[in-house]
């Protein structure tokens, strides 16, 4: 089973795929996972290697994203000063896409999400992106927390 960061990994090309494409998710992680076996066994007598068995994080990541993107998309234009949504850079607007389904849906917590796009904005995109991404994610963030109480 591949680590959670390398399924962010896979799930953030994916979803990049998804977007300049025109296939279906299943076709997408088809696709995916054929060339996974192709590149990383291209140099070995291996049959099967695990790293080509499922990724089930990377696809419950996918899929969950997919399904809600318009919920997704619009928190990201409520919280994107001054940035609309389609000016911004493809592999930025997946980040934030992926981020925001597993901070509002899934079980991990908010410091983790955005540390983890945070590494995938330095893998994957450029230096300016990451304060970008980490102000719309914090932003996102502070909405999901309760208001303080008065005591």
Not at 68 to 74: A, G, K, L, P
Not at 91 to 117: F, G, K, Q, S, Y
Request: with cysteine; aromatic share 6%; net charge negative.
């Amino acid at each position: 089973m591949p680590s959670r960061h390398r399924s962010r990994q896979r799930a953030l090309q994916i979803l990049y795929q998804l977007e300049l494409g025109k296939q279906t998710v299943g076709e997408s992680f088809q696709a995916f996972y054929s060339s996974l076996h192709t590149a990383e066994n291209e140099n070995s007598d291996l049959v099967e290697t695990k790293s080509c068995a499922p990724d089930d994080f990377m696809e419950q990541l996918v899929r969950g994203t997919f399904a809600d993107s318009t919920r997704i998309d619009e928190a990201i234009a409520a919280h994107s000063e001054h940035w609309r949504l389609d000016r911004m850079p493809a592999v930025d607007r997946n980040i934030l896409r992926l981020a925001i389904h597993e901070m509002t849906r899934l079980d991990t917590p908010a410091a983790v999400v955005i540390d983890e796009a945070l590494e995938l904005a330095r893998q994957f995109s450029g230096d300016a992106s990451v304060p970008f991404i980490n102000g719309v994610l914090d932003a996102v963030r502070k909405g999901l927390e309760p208001p303080p109480t008065a005591s």
